[in-house]
Structures are given as C-alpha cells and as structure tokens.
C-alpha cells in the first residue's frame, strides 16, 4: 500500500490543520504591535487561535501561562495524531511527546536548584500524562534534588541525571538539560531509523534541522552564561546536523564570546548563499558554451 492510501486519514487531518496556520500577514500584524496584551487581542479576534483563547483574558495572562497554552495545544494535536498511525509510525509520535515530557523534568530541576518552590510548578506542565512516563504525584513529593531522581519512575531518567549530582552546582542544571536533550534526540534518530526508506529520507531533514537548532543553543548558553570550555562544547554537541557538520560545528565552539559565535553564523549563511550563486552562474555559462 503507497504512503498515499496509508495516511490518506492524516494527510486529510493535516491539511485541514495547515489551513489554520498564520498567514505571512498575520505576522506583519503581530510584528506591528507595541505589546503582548496587543498580540494576544489580535490572536483571539483574528485567527484559529479564537477557540483556544475565547476564555483567556489578554489583560490578565501572563506570557509565560500563554506559551504554556500554546504547549499544552500542540501536546493535545500530537496526540490526536497518534490514532491515525500503527507500528513503528505510533512509536515515532511517541518520541516526540517525550520532548515535553523532558521540558517537564527541566522545570523541576529549575525548582530545586533555586527558582521557587514545586507547589508553583503544579499547574505548569506541558505534557497531558494521557502519553507520558512519568509519575507526576510522586516526583511532586520530592524534597530536593537528589529525591527527586529517586523518585521518577522512568530508569533512563535516573541513570542519565545521578552522575551529575556530583558537578559544581553553578554548572549542573546545563549540563542536565543537555544530556536530557541528547537523550531525547537519540531516541527519535533511533526511532526514525525503523522507517520505511523514503520517510527515513524526509524525516532526516527535519531531524537535522532540530539538532542544528538545538547546538546553537547549547553553544550559545554555554559560552554567554556558564563560560564552557570548547572541548567541553564539543563533547556536548550532537551529531548529524543538516548545516553544521563536525568541522563547522567545531569552528563555533571555539568561539570567544556569544557575539563572535553570532557573526560566525551570519558569515556561513551569506557564505553558502554566495556558493550557490556562483555554482548557478558556472552551470549558466556551460550551458551557454554548449549551445553556442
């Protein structure tokens, strides 16, 4: 049976959902306004977004119970999609509901090593728990740290976090949210591997894109507020990036400061659009001396 016939449901469910992005308009309009209460008034009265916020007061939600929402709603769309799929494609959707899940863990990390208390965090996690892993009730419990990894009921979890317990404190929350990361991108490449030919090929891009965002950022963070070493960026990085490829990746962790790392990026942008053009140009004028 074709990918066609098979995801003939999806692709229907899909489509009507691509309908409802925002238009290259809609972010004209939400570039153009002065604050977050004028975005919010525009999401609800002028795109889909009316039916998830018609309860939502723009003058009292905060932005960060917003980008909760808006979490919340895609966990919700991920697990709707799930029911259309079997076998090794069920089990893709469900590495990617660990990515919330995952989210959930930082935010009790951030908890215990010194941003408020986890009575404040209760009404604060992405995943629905209709997919998840976790125990939430009992790593809610916890009373510090080193609890906590003893009380999430995912081994994995446990096995990846103990060993950082013995970092410097001012280091340890990035270096736990890193190995989460790399734990959650491991799956999925593990995961996409199960795939047919064909999807392996299209998820591939969509995969390497994610972990070039995903190195930007740890380098980023880790030169601007924890002063990483590049070895130690390096060792941290993930592999198969779409872009950024080892030798490349390595040229941005040697990067002295976050602003240097940001004009290396720039450069390389410009750089492979320059390539590009002159390989046209060179295709352009074989073509004309063959044909003169």
């Not at 590495?95 to 990390?109: A, G, M, T």
């Not at 979890?157 to 190995?179: D, N, T, V």
């Not at 795939?195 to 392996?200: N, P, Y």
């Amino acid at each position: 049976m074709g990918n066609v016939k098979r995801f003939a449901a999806v692709n229907t469910k899909a489509k009507a959902l691509e309908g409802k992005l925002l238009k290259n308009k809609d972010y004209i309009e939400l570039l153009n306004k002065k604050n977050e209460k004028e975005v919010l008034e525009y999401l609800k009265e002028n795109t889909s977004y009316r039916e998830l916020l018609k309860d939502v007061d723009p003058d009292e939600i905060q932005r960060d119970r917003f980008e909760l929402l808006l979490l919340q709603n895609l966990v919700a769309h991920y697990e709707k999609f799930i029911h259309f799929f079997t076998d090794e494609y069920k089990k893709l959707f469900r590495v990617f509901l660990i990515r919330f899940e995952i989210s959930d863990i930082k935010l009790f990390l951030k908890e215990f090593m010194g941003r408020g208390s986890l009575e404040e965090i209760k009404d604060s996690f992405i995943a629905s728990g209709k997919y998840a892993h976790l125990d939430y009730e009992r790593m809610l419990q916890s009373k510090n740290l080193e609890e906590f990894i003893e009380n999430i009921n995912e081994k994995a979890y446990q096995k990846l976090l103990k060993p950082y317990l013995e970092e410097e404190p001012e280091r340890r929350l990035f270096y736990m949210e890193m190995a989460l990361d790399r734990l959650y991108f491991k799956k999925l490449a593990d995961q996409i591997k199960h795939l047919s030919k064909e999807d392996q090929k299209a998820f591939g891009e969509f995969f390497g894109r994610q972990v070039d965002l995903m190195n930007l950022q740890w380098i980023y963070r880790g030169l601007k507020f924890y002063g990483l070493s590049p070895e130690e960026l390096i060792n941290y990085s993930l592999p198969g990036g779409l872009e950024f490829h080892y030798e490349r990746l390595k040229s941005l962790c040697y990067s002295t400061n976050d602003e240097e790392l940001i004009e290396k990026k720039i450069r390389y942008k410009y750089y492979i659009r320059y390539i590009i053009i002159i390989i046209i140009i060179i295709i352009i004028i074989i073509i004309i001396i063959l044909y003169m």
